[in-house]
């Protein structure tokens, strides 16, 4: 099994930063990708960005603009989003996930829900104008 905890949540003011990590457990394939999502009241889950686990292939939303920047700690199993210039539409829930099938071979980087397999509880994050 595995397990992802999410931190860094925060009420922050527009144009503001944050961090969020998330932590991983349990036995973790090295062709794992690592996914943040986000998921605002009243609207759908969306895909923010990606990684693989063994580096390499990194992957944005349209949205994200170049203001978000995602890394990992292999060490530390953690997966960070930093987020800059963050904006009131950036408000939502988000979540980290991981998908155990991922293939870093292919130029395909997943960006659907149902590619990944195991979520965290999510962390707040809350930008206000």
């Known amino acids: 099994q595995v397990q992802l905890v999410e931190s860094g949540g925060s009420l922050v003011q527009a144009g503001g930063s944050l961090r969020l990590s998330c932590v991983a457990s349990g036995f973790i394939l090295t062709r794992s990708a690592m996914g943040w999502f986000r998921q605002a009241p009243g609207k759908e889950r969306e895909f923010v960005a990606g990684?693989?686990?063994?580096?390499?292939?990194?992957a944005y939303a349209d949205f994200v603009e170049g203001r978000f920047a995602i890394s990992r700690d292999n060490a530390k199993n953690t997966v960070y989003l930093q987020m800059n210039s963050l904006k009131p539409e950036d408000t939502a829930d988000y979540y980290c996930?991981?998908?155990?099938?991922?293939?870093?071979?292919?130029?395909?980087?997943?960006?659907?829900?149902?590619?990944?397999?195991?979520w965290g509880q999510g962390t707040q994050v809350t930008v206000s104008s």
């Open positions: 990684i693989g686990w063994s580096g390499g292939k990194e």
């Open positions: 996930a991981l998908d155990r099938t991922y293939s870093p071979t292919t130029p395909y980087f997943p960006r659907r829900r149902r590619e990944y397999d195991y």
